[in-house]
């Protein structure tokens, strides 16, 4: 019991780091710049099959890949940022849902046309393969991996938006444009920049997400539901929020496989509808 | 107060279009025969998306999860017509009053929250009737659907291959609905959704309680939606796990956008487009007939801010 209590725990907060990969993005982009971005899981799939095509085409090492998926997802967010989004920054929400849903069908339409519909699969390095066994109980190294990588990139993220130049910059264009504009900074270089970094950071997590739940076009719609719930519990806009939430919902997630199979996805449904219903601005909102 | 009845008066009178538009609906069993089963379709989600419009382009809520109360119509009808009759007609009421039941329920939750909340929640709620559904599968046959019932006629009129009574059944209960939405969209109460939907705050301090008006307008859009899927059960003689599918809340909302939403006919045309152009366009793979969507659904947010309709209004103005 206590043992797979562990098990549990390990695992979900493996899982727990990969939504956080994929949604800390959609956190800021939505939190802060009120951009309701469903498209963000595309960003996702575009740095997974970045990552997947370097590999079986090219065949690059798995890990050298993983910049390239950032890179990718990245420019493809740059590009929309720049035709589409800013147009809607002052639009509605039900029209930045539907743009953006728009772009969701046609990213998984498009990614189904030239990948199929199948599901793909990558082969990671040996060191990453197996596990590790500790006082009588297993940890997958891959999770480990997953968790390292996580918190590396946890801690680069504060350590860059709180201590840097640049990261001062954007954070006082996303809290208040009005006033960062009439301190000189460049608002929009600052959002372009914000924007990209997010789907980067979706992008690898797409692309590190391959060996644990596989890649097919339905990702974007698929992990959709996934990200929104933490960015939605965790509180817009707020990293640490993401984080929790993030760890919170992994947990929970593996805790309803392993424990309730029966339940199927009924359980984290649930824990999101209720933490809503707690606290609709979310678990450390601030508005 | 003369002037408030006359506002009423001009805007209840029906417009010469809409009479030929109705009119234009019997066109399927003269002029296209063999496609009558999809009109029964289109008219089973043109009501769909009408109930969504009474929400959503009227009252301003934005819903994620509107399958619910089209699922949740669609098992009982097929649930009473398994276990107990075939008889259509009842098999509609019993559907709308526990659709309505969900809705009235669930109204006092969504009526609170607003923006992301509002469109989490409402999606939350669909995604836990979906998983509810899928794993009790004892009672609704889970991924598999709900079948091994039949129902044979409405009002003896027999469902036959050709789809000829389907239709005319959808189509009646469609205009029925047509007429209680419109009834309910140009009296006093419609006029107080929509200021509710401009200014939450200022409808209270003029004497319209907003979140009472919410939750009844929340139940009604329920009913429809529920007799919407009832109807699809009807029709079909069988309800699968789609109903209740996020899939089916997001098309009738593109359906509604498409359409133009806050102007009762924009869910009706939206519906007969969308479903149209997926019968022509999916054939062998209807993973690609999502692309067309997708820009469909850009192109609009980006040049047709308000829809088919909308851009027709416009058009029509500017040639005035």
Known sequence: ?287 | MENASLHFQQKVRWHPLEIVFWLCTLLPFVVTPSYLSLASQIAITALFALSLDLILGYAGIVSLGHAAFFGVGAYTAGLLAKHYWAEPLTGLVLAAVLSGLVGYALSHVVVRFRHLALIMLTMGFGLLLHEAANSASALTGGADGLQGFKVPAVLGFKFDMFGRAAYAYSLVVLFLCFLVARRIIHSPFGLALRGIRENATRMPAIGAPSRAHLRKAYTIAAVLAGIAGALLTHTTSTVSLETLSFGRSADVLVILILGGAGRLYGGIIGAIIYMVARDQFSGANPQYWYFWIGLLLVAVVMFLPNGILGGIGALYKKSK
């Open chain 1, 1 to 287: 019991m206590l043992s797979s209590l562990a098990g549990v725990l390990f695992d979900g907060f493996a899982y727990g780091m990969l939504l956080f990969l994929l949604s800390v993005g959609l956190s800021v982009t939505l939190g802060m710049m009120n951009f309701v971005n469903l498209a963000h899981c595309s960003f996702a799939m575009v740095g997974g099959y970045a990552t997947l095509s370097l590999m079986t085409k090219s065949g690059w090492p798995f890990l050298a890949t993983l910049p390239m998926a950032f890179v990718a997802a990245a420019l493809v967010s740059i590009v929309l940022e720049r035709t589409l989004y800013r147009r809607l920054y002052r639009a509605s929400d039900l029209d930045q849902c539907l743009l953006t849903i728009g772009i969701v069908f046609i990213s998984v339409a498009a990614y189904a046309w030239f990948y199929t519909t199948e599901q793909q699969s990558i082969r990671v390095p040996d060191w990453l393969q197996g596990s590790a066994h500790v006082a009588g109980m297993s940890f997958a190294s891959y999770r480990m991996f997953l968790i390292v990588v996580g918190l590396a990139v946890t801690a680069l993220l504060i350590l860059f938006l709180e201590k840097t130049r640049f990261g001062a910059r954007v954070r006082a264009a996303v809290d208040n444009q009005r006033m960062a504009r009439g301190l000189g900074i460049d608002v929009d270089r600052a959002f372009m920049f914000t924007f990209a970094l997010g789907g980067g950071l979706a992008g690898l997590g797409g692309a590190l997400s391959i060996q644990v739940v596989g890649l097919d076009p339905t990702f974007a719609l698929a992990y959709l539901v996934y990200v929104l719930i933490v960015v939605a519990v965790g509180g817009l806009g707020s990293i640490g929020g993401s984080f929790a939430a993030a760890v919170v919902l992994g947990i929970s997630d593996m805790a309803g496989k392993y424990y309730f199979p029966w339940l199927g996805a009924f359980l984290i449904y649930l824990v999101m509808v209720g933490l809503l219903m707690w606290r609709p601005q979310g678990l450390f909102g601030k508005r």
